[in-house]
């Protein structure tokens, strides 16, 4: 994690601290957001349409790697199938087709093999948009990058067996649900022949994430809407292996920039060593602890080549899995403002500090470490869930369908 040394009885020692931004960047009108987002949207699937296009049959192509595991392709079948347009589809999860009649344990029993990133099949009551009810024959198989990467994007193969189910099901249920297995079998190897040009292409993911990250982890990360960033003292020099939305905002830096580094990288001249030496010692504990500060850190730098300094409260803490072990270190920032509520003083003052060397932290807000420890309750839960095995509600121990309600 930024700045973070690893763990004694892990890889060599790292650099000092952890850090993010405290002055938020200009806020996107909403209008202007939604466009870009939709416009991403659109490209994305552009691209996943090239490859899969000719098939034809009705599937969907969810990013297994971007928060709530939004759509990025469905095939037209899925659209006339379903009854819902373009725009209504991509970039939600597919939860939408659910109802009052869904099972919740097949539902369950997806969300296991999310988190376990195995395929599995269910067969389950999902509605149209006009509300009609259909039994959807789902197949759900991962994508995994070369040489048994991480998993990408999870393809969902759907088939209406409606009238199978009302028939009795048997041995025309089992086949039928045979062809979707073998058809999204079909589709993901096409994608994976495909992975790395497809995650260049793809332009929807909002957060800087690290291969080695599971895919599970990171859709429980993306739903924590604040500033942090996870680094892994497991590996050499502590490097971040996920930064949120809102670090990569207030930081200024790309994703590529920040991912697999020590986040040393927002330190400067006007950095306070002792401070520095502060954030080092916690983590390097038996046990390891958690600290907050307040230095004087730096943005990415303009075209012009300057770094904005700004006030940085940070929090940082240990998140262990299920048996106990420390995991990473998360480090969670607060925006610094002035009594007034306004940036502009306290950026005044930090630019200031940084060109006279008298870096004296404004004090932080006296709310902001618990909301600080909440996020990092957030995170600790995911982290947590790592180490557990789903239930592994298997297919052959639901009760079959018999008939629409």
Partial sequence: MPGLPPRPDGPAAAGPHLVASSSAAPPV???????????????????????????????????????????????????SCTGYSVGEVLGRNCRFLQGPGTSHQ?????????????????????YRKDGTPFWNHLRLQPVCAPNDGPVDYFVGVQADVTRLVEAGGGAPLEAAGAGSAEAAAAVAARLAAHEPDLVAADCTRKCAVLASVPSSLVNALGRVQDCFVLADPNLPDCPIVFASEGFLKLS???????????????????????????????????????????????????AGGHQQPFWNS????????????????????????????????????????????????????????????????????????????????????????????
């Fill in 314 to 405: 940070l929090h940082i803490s240990p998140l262990r899995d299920a048996g106990g072990r420390v995991q990473y270190f998360a480090g969670v920032q607060m925006a610094i403002c002035g009594d007034d509520g306004g940036e502009a003083a306290v950026d005044e003052a930090a630019a200031a500090a940084a060109a006279t060397g008298a870096a004296a932290p404004p004090a932080a807000d006296p709310l902001a470490l618990l909301r600080q420890k909440g996020v990092v309750g957030s995170l600790r839960v995911a982290t947590r869930a790592l180490a557990q095995h789903g239930l592994r509600r298997a297919a052959q121990f639901q009760r079959a369908p018999s008939r629409v309600e």
């Fill in 106 to 126: 097949a539902v369950m029993e997806l969300r296991d093999a999310v988190r376990e990133e195995r395929a599995c099949s269910v067969c389950l009551l999902n």
């Fill in 252 to 302: 200024g830096y790309p994703c590529h920039e920040v991912v697999g580094r020590n986040c040393r990288f927002l330190q400067g001249p006007g950095t306070c060593p002792q401070t520095v030496a502060q954030l080092r010692a916690a983590p390097a504990a038996e046990p390891p602890r958690a600290v907050t500060v307040t230095l004087l850190n730096y943005r990415k730098a303009d």
């Fill in 29 to 79: 009108p909403r209008a202007a957001a939604a466009a870009a987002e939709q416009a991403a949207l659109a490209e994305v699937s552009t691209a996943f349409g090239e490859l899969l296009s000719d098939l034809q049959f009705s599937f969907v192509v969810a990013s297994a790697r971007a928060p709530d595991m939004p759509l990025v392709y469905a095939s037209s079948n899925f659209f």
